[in-house]
């Protein structure tokens, strides 16, 4: 495995959240693939960290985001690819959900893939050609319990990366959704609890066992090289579909249950096997 700095020539990639977690893993696995990589984060201490070069960027502003894709084109020249991965996950009931909370879950998970999108188009329409990987996840296809301003985020993400791809097909880019189960990441240590963590009298005990259930889940994951690996080869492809679901065959298989069972039967199983 080569982890030298990338060849002239490299194709340059950015991948926001990539101080950790999916990001992370895919930053480093597709550096030392011999692409570019950049990287973001909020708080940045140097221009490099191994093979990987370090730009700041806060997806929620729309100055930071256009200064860091602006950053990455001054060095490199070009950009080929981004994923779109810095997010976080909000959980809780609906009703206990505050406004406030619910607009910080889309500022992040939604708007600031938008704001990314907007700022590299540009560049790779005049390319004609680019891949732009969108990090969803399979509770952008089914709404997750205690999750539900966090599926919001990644259904409208969904519905936006395929709008998009529609509209950049003809300039050459390729729009792709990348959709993780539950894989072993600081998301579970970094997940906020709505309400501060003060949930009514009537969810309190169904939220308690779906949220120590889902921590079980989470930390007895695998670790995202997979989805790393998966980044790479959609990477490689001249025509990459439009979603790719990633993860345990039991998290995956509701793409298509979801998809041919009666609704009824759907929340039935569903109710089941999430206890």
Request: proline share 6%.
């Amino acid at each position: 495995m080569n982890t030298s700095a990338p060849q002239r020539g490299a194709r340059v990639v950015l991948v926001t959240g990539a101080s950790s977690g999916i990001g992370q893993a895919c930053a480093l696995h597709l550096a030392e693939r011999g692409f570019r990589v950049f990287g973001t984060s909020r708080q940045v201490s140097g221009e490099a960290e191994g093979p990987l070069e370090r730009v700041p960027m806060d997806v929620d502003d729309d100055a930071s985001v256009d200064s860091g894709v602006a950053a990455v084109l001054e060095k490199a020249g070009r950009l080929d690819a981004v994923i779109n991965n810095a997010g976080y996950s909000l959980a809780g009931p609906v009703e206990d959900t505050t406004i406030a909370e619910a607009k910080a879950q889309l500022e992040t998970n939604f708007f600031g893939v938008l704001r990314v999108c907007r700022a590299v188009l540009p560049t790779m329409r005049e390319q004609r050609h680019g891949y732009i990987i969108n990090i969803s996840s399979l509770a952008g296809v089914f709404g997750l319990p205690f999750a539900g301003l966090y599926s919001a985020s990644k259904f409208a993400l969904e519905g936006m990366s395929e709008s998009l791809r529609f509209e950049t097909r003809p300039h050459g880019i390729h729009v792709v959704l990348v959709q993780p189960g539950d894989f072993r990441t600081r998301i579970t240590q970094r997940r906020r609890i709505a309400g501060a963590g003060h949930v009514s009298e009537a969810y309190r005990a169904m939220f308690a066992r779906f949220h120590a259930r889902q921590e079980r889940d989470e930390a007895g994951a695998p670790t995202p090289e997979p989805i790393a690996r998966l980044v790479e080869r959609i990477l490689n492809h001249p025509r990459p579909r439009l979603r790719y679901p990633i993860g345990l065959a039991s998290q995956r298989i509701v793409v298509p249950l979801k998809s041919y069972l009666p609704q009824r039967v759907f929340e039935w199983l569903s109710w089941k096997l999430l206890g």
